[in-house]
């Protein structure tokens, strides 16, 4: 069934400059948080990094969405634009041949010229289409939830605690914001059975702003479990197939540009195909303008991710040692900028 769930995300310049492009920017942006950046405080209230958008450009910033709203928007856009939507219809295989979709429940669609499969992180049609991929789970994830909030700022606010700790809240809009709090996945079925007010009361000792996001809840069951993996296709396209967004490239959302690298794939995609003479020809460009970026983007998070989430303690010692510095580096301070705009191209570019 097509409906408005999930977290709050950051929506960078990369991906602003879609949304702009489908003329979608203004509209979510009125229900969305502008933010100037990003900050991380260590326990004892040192700031480990900040970040500064309009420090690459005066008008530079990310938004804070309710992942929800923009699914909302590009829903309404899709029946606006007379897409024909098959609700749940959980697409389990694809006939190449005869360009047939089979749901799992016997059910066909079809005759398409072109499978796009998006079906994100978790892929079936991957698996079942025989794709070669590297998929890696994370041993951590999140618990998180979405509510209303006191915590009035223009940040995505981080609090963490060597490698095991790392909590956040991200303003998606007045007064509402998106809150996680990360885990090893191996610990949340303990979790899950302690006491909540305990836990809770943790919580917020540790992160005070978020009080008010969280005593309204009543138990574990009012907070959302996820683990993270990191997807890599090696070609992901043949003949009538092509695979965009975490289907194709998942990673862990430290860097915060998954639904970034999604919309862009599916703008690119589009008008790849708008343009060219054959789907094959289509395909094969798309893969080429697409592979750097994203190679880019999966090797970075897989870099840092276990600065921020891991068994390791000397990782932890390190990034806090360091990454203060970082960002007053001329050269570095402005790299960390583009990365985290979702302006970077590959290692040595951006745009
Ligand atoms: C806690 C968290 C925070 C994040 N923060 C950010 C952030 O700040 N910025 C950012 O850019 N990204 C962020 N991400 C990542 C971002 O959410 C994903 O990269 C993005 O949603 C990928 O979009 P997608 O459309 O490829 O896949 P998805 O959003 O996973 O959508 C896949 C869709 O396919 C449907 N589907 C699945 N299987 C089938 C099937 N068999 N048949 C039919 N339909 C199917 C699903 O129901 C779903 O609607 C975050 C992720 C998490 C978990």
Redesign the pocket.
């Known amino acids: 069934m097509?409906r408005p769930i999930?977290?709050?995300?950051?929506?960078?310049s990369s991906?602003q400059r879609v949304l702009q492009r489908i003329g979608m920017l203004d509209e979510l942006a009125a229900t969305s948080q502008r933010l100037e950046g990003m900050t991380a405080e260590l326990p004892n209230g040192r700031t480990l990094v900040k970040l500064d958008f309009p420090r690459l450009h005066p008008e530079a910033y990310a938004l804070g969405v309710h992942?929800g709203r923009l699914f909302q928007l590009l829903l309404s856009r899709c029946h606006r634009a007379g897409v024909t939507l098959y609700n749940g219809?959980?697409?389990?295989e694809f006939d190449s041949i005869r360009g047939e979709l089979k749901s799992s429940q016997g059910e066909t669609r079809g005759r398409f010229d072109l499978l796009v499969v998006?079906?994100?992180?978790?892929?079936?049609?991957r698996k079942s289409l025989g794709f070669a991929a590297k998929v890696t789970e994370y041993s951590h994830g999140?618990l998180?939830t979405t509510g209303p909030c006191d915590f009035k700022a223009n940040w995505l606010y981080q609090r963490v605690d060597g490698t095991q700790r790392l909590v956040g809240l991200?303003p998606i809009g007045p007064r509402e914001c998106s809150y996680?709090w990360g885990l090893p996945v191996a610990d949340w079925p303990t979790i899950l059975q302690s006491d909540f007010e305990r836990w809770r009361s943790r919580a917020i000792e540790f992160c005070p702003p978020s009080a008010s996001i969280l005593n309204p809840l009543r138990s574990f069951a009012d907070l959302t479990f996820?683990s993270?993996r990191s997807v890599a296709l090696r070609v992901p396209f043949r003949e009538n197939v092509v695979f965009?967004?975490?289907?194709s490239h998942?990673t862990s959302?430290h860097l915060?540009?998954?639904?970034?690298?999604?919309l862009e794939d599916a703008e690119a995609l589009a008008s790849l195909l708008f343009g060219s003479t054959s789907i094959g020809n289509a395909l094969q460009m798309f893969y080429h303008q697409r592979a750097r970026k994203i190679r880019f983007y999966r090797q970075l998070t897989a870099i840092l991710s276990p600065f921020f989430q891991s068994h390791s303690v000397w990782r932890g010692c390190i990034r806090d040692a360091t990454l203060p510095l970082m960002p007053r580096l001329p050269l570095v301070g402005r790299q960390m900028l583009y990365t985290l705009s979702g302006l970077k191209e590959g290692w040595f570019d951006w745009s």
Do not use: H, K, V
């Open positions: 097509c999930g977290a709050g995300i950051m929506i960078q991906g992942r219809f959980r697409a389990t998006a079906d994100g992180s978790r892929s079936e049609l999140a998180w991200l996680f996820g993270y965009i967004g975490d289907a998942a959302p915060g540009q998954g639904a970034n690298l999604a």
